[in-house]
């Protein structure tokens, strides 16, 4: 998942960043309002995790600006990333006032970082409106456990191509452009050109030869990924 992480706490951002990119997701992090309004407004995300009360702008001392009102702000102009709010503040009134104002789930400080991901698992699936398991020939994908099995195995893949098989897996048979893969595998600062893009999907062709699945290319679009047509 493609993940924008907002916290001004930073241990705890150290801490979260490492335990999601280690899980293998893409992960931007903001520590004030300004940058987080800003990186929110030019990338797409598959989630976002809130703390509600962050300072203003990066100044150590800065004034405290509400969490809600940027989740406000994101509601109004449309997007509907999935939002999961991470915050100290959980009083009943606080939580219900967090929801009202758009986000999908909600987490009381201290938490645990398996029941982070558990519920960014929960948010993706409820955001696809998708099955656990996805099958594409003897591929199996499964969400809860994010594994992608070959047969009974676990298929084994860098984490990159590993990002690229299961964005074509969510769901199977669905085109995804160029521009989507790309900024799956793209950090904030670094931008992945097609020459790359078409690297990774010449590799997992590779890969995937005796999967009883193939990535077909859609001039002008993308590609999709597929179990080849019977000729007969």
Same mark, same amino acid.
């Given at each position: 998942m493609r993940i924008l992480l907002i916290e001004d706490d930073a241990v705890l951002q150290t801490v979260m960043l490492r335990s999601l990119s280690d899980a293998g997701h893409r992960v931007d992090a903001a520590s004030h309002l300004e940058e987080a309004a800003h990186f929110w407004q030019v990338q797409s995300y598959d989630a976002? %995790? %809130?703390d509600l009360n962050l300072p203003l702008n990066g100044q150590a001392h800065?004034?405290?600006?509400?969490?809600?009102? =940027?989740?406000?702000?994101? !509601?109004?102009?449309? /997007? *509907?990333?999935?939002?999961?709010? %991470?915050?100290?503040?959980? *009083?009943? @009134?606080?939580?219900?006032?967090? +929801? /009202?104002?758009?986000? @999908? /789930?909600? +987490?009381?400080k201290p938490f645990d970082l398996e029941e982070v991901e558990a519920r960014l698992r929960a948010l993706g699936r409820r955001a696809q409106g998708a099955d656990d398991v996805a099958r594409?020939? !003897? =591929?199996? =994908?499964?969400?809860?456990?994010? !594994?992608? +099995?070959? /047969?009974? @195995? @676990?298929?084994? +893949?860098?984490?990159?191509?590993f990002e690229v098989l299961w964005e074509l897996m969510t769901p199977p048979g669905r085109a995804v452009s160029k521009r989507i893969l790309s900024d799956k595998l793209s950090s904030f600062d670094e931008s992945l050109g097609d020459n790359a893009l078409e690297a990774f999907i010449s590799r997992l062709r590779k890969k995937l030869a005796d999967s009883g699945a193939t990535i077909r290319t859609l001039r002008g679009i993308g590609y999709v990924l597929e179990a080849p047509r019977d000729p007969a």
């Open positions: 976002v %995790l %809130l800065a004034a405290q600006g509400s969490g809600l009102q =940027l989740l406000r702000n994101a !509601r109004a102009r449309g /997007d *509907r990333t999935p939002v999961l709010v %991470l915050t100290a503040r959980n *009083r009943t @009134d606080e939580r219900i006032a967090g +929801l /009202d104002a758009g986000a @999908d /789930d909600y +987490l009381g594409v020939g !003897r =591929l199996v =994908l499964h969400r809860k456990n994010r !594994r992608i +099995l070959l /047969d009974e @195995d @676990d298929l084994a +893949l860098p984490a990159r191509e």
